[in-house]
């Protein structure tokens, strides 16, 4: 019954759910990777992943209210940590960058790389274990949450590659557009073009006008 009447009811939302997920994942990359602030991108990550699942779960449950919404953050929090979700986003994003990064060796351009790739691949998995407990044919026990860890992790690892090859490419463009800001307007025109790139990243997230940090 779940094959034959549910599936094909979910695809088109399940497309969606992919969308959203997949632009979170790069903003959250964009935004930690420009920062240069410790403290800022742990909130970043975390206030965005809170908006995601409470993005999925409206998408599939409608209006799950408060109390709804915290439930499937609380159990995404706890399949996160059981899964040791950092360490394995860790080790991927150590695979993933021989690849990637031939033309930033050396770079200024690496640590913010490093950083805002390793948060995209985080933000992707809370994401995707969001969507998968959302559509649940059955109850969320723990064997249903390690089965589902298991799944969600093979999947965002066959996708991670091409996702961080183009948060890279488009984060060296974006920050190439700044330099060259810099060198036409001269040195008076540094934090103007910082300010251009922060807004640029704000607007990702729909705050366009908000102060760019000092």
């Not at 993005?55 to 109390?67: H, N, Q």
């Not at 709804?68 to 695979?95: P, S």
Request: hydrophobic share 50%; with cysteine.
């Amino acid at each position: 019954f779940e094959s034959r009447e549910l599936e094909p009811r979910f695809r088109e939302t399940d497309a969606e759910a992919d969308r959203i997920i997949r632009e979170e994942s790069l903003n959250v990359g964009f935004a930690t990777a420009v920062s240069g602030n410790g403290a800022l991108d742990a909130f970043v990550v975390f206030w965005r992943s809170v908006v995601l699942v409470s993005r999925i779960a409206t998408l599939y449950y409608g209006r799950p209210g408060l109390r709804g919404t915290l439930l499937i953050v609380k159990d995404v929090a706890l399949a996160i940590a059981a899964a040791r979700v950092a360490q394995t986003a860790t080790d991927w994003l150590g695979k993933l960058l021989p690849s990637v990064l031939p033309a930033f060796a050396g770079s200024v351009l690496l640590p913010p790389i490093v950083n805002g790739g390793f948060n995209l691949i985080m933000t992707m998995k809370v994401g995707h274990l969001a969507k998968r407990r959302c559509r649940s044919f059955e109850a969320w026990t723990e064997s249903e949450r390690e089965k589902s860890v298991v799944e969600v992790l093979a999947f965002v690892a066959s996708q991670a590659l091409m996702l961080v090859t183009e948060f890279v490419a488009r984060l060296g463009g974006l920050v190439t557009k700044g330099v060259v800001a810099v060198a036409g307007a001269g040195v008076h025109a540094v934090g103007n073009a910082a300010r251009s790139i922060w807004e640029t990243v704000a607007g990702w997230f729909g705050a366009r006008g908000s102060p760019a940090p000092a």
